[in-house]
């Protein structure tokens, strides 16, 4: 017994018609096009998440280390340079396409610096941290003036 093919099948000789190539072809530069938009925009996102996280974990580690340590601790930003820290030790870095924006006590802005000062007892001079993204959202990082604590709100895109 033999098995044939039905009329109208492609045989052995069965292959892609150039328009089912041309279709294949398309989908396949399509999405090669928005592969880098896409890593793109994930790549910021990941920045702007470790930075929110580096900003908040500064800010506790400056309100930790003046209890601990019994003296004022400031959490400072250097709006020139770009980078973030507790007192001396600047060692974060703000990602270029992120926007800062503090709203701080007078007398903790020198210049290009500002920053939040926690005192011993827990409490602050108080202040916000605001980062925004490009696309206009981001989050405002508001440090209590009385208790020294750290509310995080997100800030909607205009």
């Known amino acids: 017994m033999s098995i044939g093919l039905a009329q109208g099948g492609r045989g052995a000789e069965g292959g892609f018609t150039l328009l089912e190539?041309?279709?294949?072809?398309?989908?396949?530069?399509?999405?090669?096009?928005?592969?880098?938009?896409?890593?793109?925009?994930?790549y910021e996102t990941m920045q702007y998440r470790a930075t929110v996280k580096e900003v908040i974990a500064g800010l506790k580690s400056a309100r930790l280390d003046a209890m601990r340590k019994g003296r004022s601790v400031a959490f400072l930003v250097d709006l020139e340079q770009r980078r973030f820290g507790t007192e001396s030790r600047l060692d974060h870095t703000l990602p270029e396409q992120l926007e800062i924006r503090l709203v701080l006590a007078d007398v903790e802005i020198r210049g290009v610096q500002g920053g939040v000062r926690f005192y011993p007892d827990g409490s602050s001079t108080g202040g916000s941290v605001e980062l925004i993204r490009p696309g206009g959202g981001g989050v405002r990082v508001e440090v209590d003036w009385l208790l020294g604590r750290l509310t995080q709100t997100a800030l909607n895109p205009q």
């Open 21 to 42: 190539l041309m279709v294949a072809l398309s989908i396949a530069v399509l999405m090669l096009a928005t592969a880098p938009f896409a890593v793109m925009r994930a």
